[in-house]
């Protein structure tokens, strides 16, 4: 069940050349687990900005957004005290297992919604390792932050200026972490390349082109075993065993 709110900006402040954090006060109480993502409306557009969660509280939610277009643009512009017409609540997140280790992957802007469920499953007891993917070491974000949480962290830069050179899975390759179970976020080449190189389980969580956000326009649909699902509904998080590639 997702609700319209009016949310007030508490911080936008950037974390790299093109990528901003913002605090947004407001009623959070449908947001209810981590994956899940927020439709911001801007004034002059006709459509909704999908942002995924980043963290959320009783009276808070953080989102980081890139800025890539007029939208985001026009985000990244807002300073505290201005207000936003969100929608909350919408798609259906991450389903925690339980299991003892647990690794995140998270390529770019697929990175701040492993942050949240970060935080659930070393609540949970889990040991979590953790890997990041950039393109070059200027675009590298959150990295502090999920070491203050206790994980284990690994970089991956397409150019080697940070971490290891080269991708995500490059990445696991190296480091060979010894987990059960794993949670992705990130765009469609890195997550069809992960789910060939890893064989365990996980869930998957996709950056798609929504129209309206809670499923009404049918325009962000992809296949699964089990028919289509649309990735704003159903999504943005499916198995790994359900992906049709």
Request: a neutral charge; one cysteine or more; hydrophobic letters at 40%.
């Amino acid at each position: 069940m997702y609700k319209q709110g009016i949310f007030t900006i508490e911080e936008n402040q950037p974390l790299t050349a093109s990528v901003y954090r913002m605090v947004l006060a407001g009623d959070t109480r449908y947001i209810t687990a981590p994956g899940q993502f927020i439709n911001i409306a801007l004034e002059g557009k006709f459509l909704r900005r999908p942002i995924s969660v980043c963290d959320y509280d009783s009276r808070t939610v953080t989102i980081i957004y890139k800025v890539v277009g007029q939208g985001t643009a026009q985000m990244a512009k807002m300073q505290p005290g201005e207000t936003l017409d969100v929608l909350t609540g919408l798609g259906n997140g991450y389903t925690i297992q339980p299991v003892h280790h647990a690794l995140l992957i998270g390529g770019g802007v697929g990175v701040p919604p492993l942050y949240n469920l970060c935080k659930c499953l070393r609540a949970a007891g889990q040991q979590v390792t953790v890997i990041l993917g950039f393109n070059t070491q200027s675009e590298v974000f959150y990295e502090a932050e999920f070491r203050a949480l206790g994980c284990d962290v690994h970089l991956a830069t397409a150019d080697g200026s940070a971490g290891v050179r080269g991708f995500v899975t490059t990445a696991i390759a190296e480091c060979r972490p010894e987990f059960d179970y794993f949670y992705a976020c990130g765009p469609l080449p890195m997550l069809r390349a992960l789910c060939d190189a890893v064989p365990q389980d996980g869930q998957l969580s996709f950056e798609e082109r929504m129209g309206c956000g809670f499923g009404a326009c049918m325009g962000c649909s992809c296949k699964t075993k089990y028919g289509n699902k649309r990735i704003c509904k159903e999504g943005p998080v499916l198995t790994k065993g359900e992906v049709i590639w």
